[in-house]
């Protein structure tokens, strides 16, 4: 069982930077994809961002676009997500998480962490 952990969220003002990390208990397989969502309050949870494990491509939502970027510390198994320029609606629980399919559906990721806090104040 791969347990994962956000951590780097927190208060920033619109226009700010901030990265969010997710720790995996070990490391990720091969072949798996690793993703970033997010909910905002009052809304489902939504995709952010992927990348495959291994390496090479990633996939952005529309929103994030040119704003975040995901990357990963194989060696040290930690996810990253860099957010720049971030809005008022950026604001949201941050969750990362591991699946197998290179899917922006959530419903194909097998594991997930706890979530972190990323409140953007205007």
């Known amino acids: 069982q791969i347990q994962l952990v956000e951590s780097g969220g927190g208060s920033v003002q619109a226009g700010d930077s901030r990265k969010l990390s997710c720790a995996a208990s070990q490391r990720p397989y091969t072949n798996s994809i690793l993703g970033w969502f997010r909910q905002a309050p009052g809304k489902e949870r939504e995709f952010v961002a992927l990348m495959r494990a291994r390496g090479g491509s990633q996939f952005y939502a529309d929103s994030v676009k040119g704003r975040f970027a995901i990357s990963r510390d194989n060696p040290n198994n930690i996810l990253y997500l860099q957010m720049n320029n971030l809005k008022v609606e950026d604001t949201a629980v941050y969750y990362c998480?591991?699946?197998?399919?290179?899917?922006?559906?959530?419903?194909?990721?097998?594991?997930w962490g706890q979530g972190t806090q990323v409140t953007v104040a205007s």
């Open positions: 998480a591991m699946g197998s399919q290179y899917d922006s559906n959530q419903r194909t990721y097998d594991y």
